[in-house]
T-cell receptor, first 111, second 113 residues
Framework: NAGVTQTPKFRVLKTGQSMTLLCAQD?????MYWYRQDPGMGLRLIHY???????AKGEVPDGYNVSRLKKQNFLLGLESAAPSQTSVYFC??????????FGSGTRLTVV | DQQVKQNSPSLSVQEGRISILNCDYT??????FLWYKKYPAEGPTFLIS?????DKNEDGRFTVFLNKSAKHLSLHIVPSQPGDSAVYFC????????????FGQGTRLTINP
């Protein structure tokens, strides 16, 4: 029972580089989310999806894109990384009426 | 514009005593509230929740209280144990369920032996 799996766990990028973070869940959840955690800011919603093929913007979407081509996967892309995107990224999934199940996070550093 | 606020970044409590973590919110549309617990290098895990139609929910050592008029909720842990040392996040939703959660900044709880 893997739950929510995020890859990679750590990554260092140079400014301007691109990368994709992968989130996979095996619980058949409809809803999936990407959050970032920064000191003193808590968890802020970047993008989310209410089902396969759908995505929507959250609180801090600028500089990120997402795709949900398969129900079990939710990808977060950074087209041109900036130092301000240094953060810990968490993916989560849920059913409508239950709390989230989070992945263990991806620590991203942009230099 | 922080809609969910945890004004205490840290809290230190003696083992066996009560831990009280507080959370305030500003959006009157929030109708579902949750607490998450996070250990270092792990994702947050769901702890307890409460709907706006209730003012108290209890699960073992954990109790959440909701005061809608004050837009305030609190998490009580009794008795506190060393394994409770973690960061606790308050979260709220206006979607009649646990969707599009808005999180507070977190409170780091340390339980001292």
């Amino acid at each position: 029972n893997a739950g929510v799996t995020q890859t990679p766990k750590f990554r260092v990028l140079k400014t301007g580089q691109s990368m994709t973070l992968l989130c996979a869940q095996d619980m058949n959840h409809e809803y999936m989310y990407w959050y970032r955690q920064d000191p003193g800011m808590g968890l802020r919603l970047i993008h989310y999806s209410v089902g396969e093929g759908t995505t929507a913007k959250g609180e801090v979407p600028d500089g990120y894109n997402v795709s949900r081509l398969k129900k079990q996967n939710f990808l977060l892309g950074l087209e041109s990384a900036a130092p301000s995107q240094t953060s810990v990224y968490f993916c989560a999934s849920s059913l409508f009426s239950e709390g989230y199940t989070f992945g263990s996070g991806t620590r991203l550093t942009v230099v | 514009d922080q809609q969910v606020k945890q004004n205490s970044p840290s809290l230190s409590v003696q083992e066996g005593r009560i831990s009280i973590l507080n959370c305030d919110y500003t959006n009157s549309m929030f109708d579902y509230f949750l607490w998450y617990k996070k250990y270092p290098a792990e994702g947050p895990t769901f702890l307890i929740s409460i709907s706006s139609i209730k003012d108290k929910n209890e699960d073992g050592r954990f109790t959440v209280f909701l005061n809608k008029s004050a837009k305030h909720l609190s998490l009580h842990i009794v008795p506190s144990q060393p394994g409770d040392s973690a960061v606790y996040f308050c979260a709220a939703s206006a979607a009649q369920g646990a969707q599009k959660l808005v999180f507070g900044q977190g409170t780091r709880l340390t339980i001292n032996p």
